[in-house]
């Protein structure tokens, strides 16, 4: 079973920016695509941004087009979501999460393993 822990999570105000990494376990990291989704207060867990096993394919929510950015190193076992711009409303708790698959999806029910989740507040 693979382990994915999320970091890089904090305090940031309104147009600053974070970068998210996610680590996981296990040898076939290459072999899956992965995963950024998160969840707001009070409101139900959203996709975020994926990106294909090689990482020549990504895809992204319209909410964050242009403003984040994932990428993955696979030497490293390490997914990274790159955020700027960053608004109140992108304030959540991000999750990473490795997919059945190689090439990108964008439904939670494609995603089989899932980390602890990281805190992003913005502040206005």
């Known amino acids: 079973q693979v382990q994915l822990v999320e970091s890089g999570g904090g305090l940031v105000q309104a147009g600053g920016s974070l970068r998210l990494s996610c680590a996981a376990s296990?040898?076939?990291?290459?072999?899956?695509?992965m995963g950024w989704f998160r969840q707001a207060p009070g409101k139900e867990r959203e996709f975020v941004a994926a990106?294909?096993?090689?990482?020549?394919?990504?895809y992204y929510a319209d909410s964050v087009k242009g403003r984040f950015t994932i990428s993955r190193d696979n030497a490293k076992n390490t997914v990274y979501l790159q955020m700027t711009s960053l608004k109140p409303e992108d304030t959540a708790v991000y999750y990473c999460?490795?997919?059945?698959?190689?090439?990108?999806?964008?439904?939670?029910?494609?995603?089989?393993?899932w980390g602890q989740g990281t805190q992003v507040t913005v502040s206005s």
């Open positions: 999460a490795r997919a059945y698959t190689p090439i990108v999806r964008a439904e939670q029910s494609d995603f089989g393993s």
């Open positions: 296990g040898r076939t990291f290459s072999s899956y695509a």
């Open positions: 990106i294909s096993w090689s990482g020549g394919s990504t």
